[in-house]
């Protein structure tokens, strides 16, 4: 007599949010495809996709639902950077390493007063974009003096290039 392990039912099957999603991957790439026929291929019920996926269905101009792409946005920041005139782009993701940076120019400015106590709180080896935001008071001052030696007034933030990834 062999012994049985019993075996959960999700140990083989996939939930029904699982399933879901492939309805939406399928949908995305045949963009033919109806909802119906992609959620009974995958075994679920159309209710179920819409309800586990509402923002990314809409219906067409021709009452067909409709599978929608969502498109992330990259933005490009640029920060000073040690010669004059030179700046650094960092192609950010979130709106937290967009907020980070805006941080980090803000205890820049602060230096540039000699207000060095933000630098000194930020936090150290920072990457946004495989750049290492510059820290340290000495790199600081290097970048302070490229901005006092640029002729035209450094544009910050304000720089930006949004493009779709």
């Known amino acids: 007599?062999?012994?049985?392990?019993?075996?959960?039912?999700?140990?083989?099957?996939?939930?029904?949010?699982?399933?879901?999603?492939?309805?939406?991957?399928?949908?995305?790439?045949?963009?033919?495809?109806?909802?119906?026929?992609?959620a009974h291929k995958r075994r679920v019920d159309r209710r179920s996709v819409l309800r586990h996926?509402?923002?990314?269905?809409?219906?067409?101009?021709?009452?067909?639902?409709?599978?929608?792409?969502?498109?992330?946005?990259?933005?490009?920041?640029?920060?000073?950077?040690?010669?004059?005139?030179?700046?650094?782009?960092i192609a950010t993701k979130s709106k937290a390493e967009r907020l980070l940076i805006g941080r980090w120019m803000a205890a820049l400015n602060a230096a540039r007063?000699?207000?060095?106590?933000?630098?000194?709180?930020?936090?150290?080896?920072?990457?946004?974009?495989?750049?290492?935001?510059p820290t340290k008071r000495a790199e600081v001052q290097q970048i302070l003096v490229s901005l006092a030696e640029q002729e035209s007034p450094f544009e910050g933030l304000y720089r930006t290039i949004v493009r779709r990834s």
């Open 1 to 38: 007599m062999s012994a049985h392990k019993p075996t959960s039912s999700k140990s083989f099957r996939k939930t029904v949010h699982e399933r879901s999603r492939l309805v939406l991957e399928d949908m995305l790439r045949n963009p033919s495809l109806s909802l119906t026929k992609a």
């Open 113 to 133: 007063n000699g207000d060095f106590s933000k630098i000194d709180e930020f936090p150290k080896n920072k990457r946004i974009a495989g750049v290492l935001l």
């Open 53 to 89: 996926f509402p923002t990314r269905f809409q219906k067409s101009s021709s009452g067909r639902i409709v599978a929608r792409a969502v498109t992330r946005r990259r933005k490009t920041l640029f920060i000073p950077w040690f010669e004059p005139g030179e700046v650094m782009p």
